[in-house]
């Protein structure tokens, strides 16, 4: 069965800082794995995916995040935080007997302050 | 990627009564998905909506109680029955890109905010 763990309710970084959003998962088969986030009273918002390749992935925003197979990580990472990217962040899995269906994580609230 | 509309945007209902959501989508979708996010919670996934067949449903939600209208390849209804203050959450639909691979990006809609008293 698919899921996925974010151990961490809430992160607070300075702004400027560099920021990491911890994901781990669990799959059945080959992992395809999405970002996404949640501005308050807005819908989610795809920010990266990893499918294979390289394991350091690029999205939106500056964002960035690194597939690390061993340690069945997704880590979501940014330089340099900003204000704006305080947000609720989802960590997703993509799986199981129905196409197109993610699992997601209980998601991060980031928090970034000036 | 898809621009999806949903309607209403948020409600306050009573107990007892029943709610119908829109979803819009701006271009031709073979898969629409209805997910539910508790206050606080994260999401999970109701059912399935393909065109002209049944929706599926998820371990835990039935026809009687969301049933789902899929009445051409843009447009999605799902209904809430027989509200409870239980049934308060923010119901999203989405769209996998092309719905033909396991790699497509699922585009969400931005959600229908429903409060029952």
């Known amino acids: 069965a698919q899921s996925v763990a974010q151990p961490e309710d809430q992160v607070n970084v300075a702004e400027g800082n560099p920021l990491t959003v911890k994901c781990t998962y669990s799959v059945s088969g080959n992992p395809y794995l999405f970002w996404y986030v949640q501005y308050p009273n807005r819908g989610l918002q795809f920010l990266l995916k990893y499918i294979t390749g390289d394991n350091l992935v690029k999205g939106s925003y500056g964002f960035e995040a690194e597939f690390n197979k061993s340690q069945t990580s997704f880590h979501l990472k940014k330089p340099s935080a900003l204000v704006s990217d305080s947000a609720l962040y989802f960590c997703a899995v993509e799986g199981g007997s129905t196409l197109g269906r993610l699992y997601f994580g209980r998601g991060t609230q980031l928090t970034v302050w000036p | ?117």
């Not at chain 2, 107990?15 to 701006?26: E, H, W």
């Not at chain 2, 049933?67 to 119901?91: G, H, K, Q």
């Open chain 2, 1 to 117: 990627s898809a621009v999806i509309s949903q309607k209403p945007s948020r409600d306050i209902c009573q107990r007892g009564t029943s709610l119908t959501i829109q979803c819009q989508v701006d271009s031709q979708v073979t898969m629409m998905f209805w997910y539910r996010q508790q206050p606080g919670q994260s999401l999970t996934l109701i059912a399935t909506a393909n065109q002209g067949s049944e929706a599926t449903y998820e371990s835990g939600f039935v026809i009687d109680k969301f049933p789902i209208s899929r009445p051409n390849l843009t447009f999605s209804t799902l209904t809430v029955s027989n509200m409870s203050p239980e049934d308060s959450s923010i119901y999203l639909c989405s769209v996998p890109t092309s719905g033909r691979a396991i790699t497509d990006t699922q585009y969400f809609g931005p959600g229908t905010r429903l409060t029952v008293l």
